[in-house]
């Protein structure tokens, strides 16, 4: 089906591991976004990219990293990760500033 | 600080009753969305407001876009079970990059029969 996929859909993982979410669109949407959902703040940004090879930082980009070498593939690598990065991830994209949002990743760091 | 405060944060009603959620900020947006996201799921648009002023219906629900584009609101009429959600206001600020979408932390409704 077309849209965007996330994997994997549940994630558990030890601290200090390294960890990388992945997602995928089935369209050409230049611009795609990285966010978590916690209890109490809603959705917010971590990294968004632009086009491929153009990502910056959002809100709360400390502890992850970003690559965009293909229009469709957006992976985010937790590089150590900490009990705090503990939430639900979502990645989006976006075409004349609408969203899609792909299910999400449960992701729990033990 | 959220740069979208959204109000009230929790909101139980009775099934036929009416419900306003607001979406506020003290910055100026191109537009803004309300998603609706359900348990276990990612948000899903159901409208863009993108006009100062612009007021859009869908079905028994209508969005306000304000004046100065730095607020929006979202009216429920006649409640039902089904739209119970968590409703997000989103936008991209002017100054932030014409695709960037921020979000606010949301309204988690429930109705209730």
């Known amino acids: 089906d077309a849209g965007i996929t996330q994997s994997p859909r549940y994630k558990i993982t030890e601290t200090g591991r390294q960890v990388t979410l992945m997602c995928h669109q089935t369209?050409?949407?230049?611009?795609m976004f990285w966010y978590r959902q916690d209890l109490g703040h809603g959705l917010r940004l971590i990294y968004y990219?632009?086009?491929?090879?153009?990502?910056d930082k959002g809100e709360v980009p400390d502890g992850y990293v970003v690559s965009r070498s293909k229009t469709e593939n957006f992976p985010l690598t937790l590089e150590s990760a900490t009990r705090s990065q503990t939430s639900v991830y979502f990645c989006?994209?976006?075409?004349?500033?609408?969203?899609?949002f792909g299910q999400g990743t449960r992701l729990t760091v033990v | 600080t959220q740069l979208l405060e959204q109000s009230p944060q929790f909101l139980s009603i009775q099934e036929g009753e009416n419900l306003t959620v607001y979406c506020n900020s003290s910055?100026?947006?191109?537009?803004l969305q309300w998603y609706r996201q359900e348990p276990g799921e990612g948000p899903v648009l159901l409208v863009t407001?993108?006009?100062?002023?612009e007021v859009k219906k869908l079905k028994r629900l209508t969005f306000q876009f304000g004046d100065a584009r730095k607020d929006s609101s979202l009216h429920i009429t006649a409640a039902q079970p089904g739209d119970t959600g968590l409703y997000l206001c989103a936008g991209p600020p002017i100054s932030g990059g014409y695709n960037k979408l921020i979000f606010g932390a949301g309204t988690r409704l429930a109705v209730h029969p």
């Open positions: 989006a994209s976006s075409f004349r500033e609408k969203g899609f």
């Open positions: 910055s100026v947006f191109s537009s």
């Open positions: 369209w050409s949407h230049s611009y």
């Open positions: 990219s632009a086009a491929a090879d153009i990502t």
């Open positions: 407001v993108v006009t100062g002023g």
